[in-house]
């Protein structure tokens, strides 16, 4: 079955280590993105790309980067860790002709 | 302003009850999608339900229906004959915009408890 998955799951770093959350779908969905989930403020929108080679930032893009080489996949990169940058982190895709989006199972990140 | 607001934090309702969570949006944009997720203790996101802002029909999904009241800016999910297994954090959000443009935005969330 198509689906999308995140990895790690869970994952503890260091302050101002380099951290790559994986992201990776089978459904060929164009858009894909990435949201962050803090008690308070619900999801929030960190970068998203609509295909290959396209990214765009989101509403709390600082601190964090994304690429797009192919259709599966939309690593999350967190250049410098903070303790800040401790929550959890959604995935999501959506093929592009429908609004609905699919998340992903989440990674919860803690940064010490 | 907040574009989406969710002004219950919690909500209690007993099981086989019929409930409503509220949900208030804030756009200027004539197009846009109006969504509900609930998000179990497992922690997924599990999308629900959806409104585009030219339906002429409220939404229904089984025992889910979304109330949309254009005027009033609003979208209240309805959730009948509740079942302990219906709780869990909801999440209202809302697309703006038409085409592929597909960013959402949520609201903070009611989180649903049934009780027997």
């Known amino acids: 079955d198509a689906e999308i998955t995140q990895s790690p799951r869970h994952k503890i770093t260091e302050t101002g280590r380099q951290v790559t959350l994986a992201c990776h779908q089978t459904?060929?969905?164009?858009?894909m993105f990435w949201y962050r989930q803090d008690l308070g403020h619900g999801l929030r929108l960190i970068h998203y790309s609509y295909g290959v080679q396209d990214t765009n930032k989101g509403e709390v893009s600082d601190g964090y980067s994304v690429s797009r080489s192919n259709t599966e996949d939309l690593p999350l990169t967190l250049e410098s860790a903070a303790s800040s940058q401790t929550s959890v982190y959604f995935c999501a895709s959506n093929p592009g002709d429908t609004d609905t989006q699919y998340f992903g199972p989440g990674t919860r990140l803690t940064v010490l | 302003a907040q574009k989406i607001t969710q002004t219950q934090p919690g909500m209690f309702v007993q099981e086989k009850e019929a409930v409503t969570l509220d949900c208030t949006y804030d756009?200027?944009?004539?197009?846009?999608?109006l969504f509900w997720y609930k998000q179990p203790s497992s922690g997924e996101m599990i999308f629900l339900i959806y409104?585009?802002?030219?339906?002429?029909q409220n939404a229904t999904e089984g025992r889910y229906s979304l109330n949309f009241q254009k005027a009033r800016k609003s979208a209240n999910l309805v959730i009948s004959a509740s079942q302990l297994g219906d709780s869990a954090m909801y999440f209202c959000?809302?697309?703006?915009?038409?085409?592929?443009?597909?960013?959402?935005?949520f609201g903070t969330g009611t989180r649903l408890q049934v009780t027997l």
């Open positions: 409104q585009g802002s030219y339906d002429q």
């Open positions: 459904w060929n969905h164009n858009n």
């Open positions: 756009t200027s944009d004539p197009s846009y999608g």
């Open positions: 959000a809302m697309r703006e915009g038409y085409g592929t443009a597909s960013k959402l935005t």
